[in-house]
């Protein structure tokens, strides 16, 4: 049961990334230059928030 639950939260992370991609690719690619151009530290600190609202989430779900 735990790999068919990690495969379909994988399977619903990919759909939601390419959500912003499929429908505006332009957007999409300014806001990779915008990332491109932020310091690594700025965007370690968005990456762990974000890690932290996703266990949150799930916490509060399961």
Do not use: K, T
Request: positive net charge; hydrophobic residues 60%; aromatic residues 10%.
């Amino acid at each position: 049961m735990a790999w068919q639950d990690f495969l379909a939260a994988l399977a619903l992370m990919l759909v939601f990334e390419g959500i912003l991609p499929f429908l505006n690719p332009g957007r999409f690619r300014n806001m990779l230059r915008m990332l491109n151009e932020m310091d690594d530290r700025l965007v370690r600190r968005i990456g762990l928030v974000s890690m932290i609202a996703g266990l949150v989430l799930l916490y509060m779900v399961r």
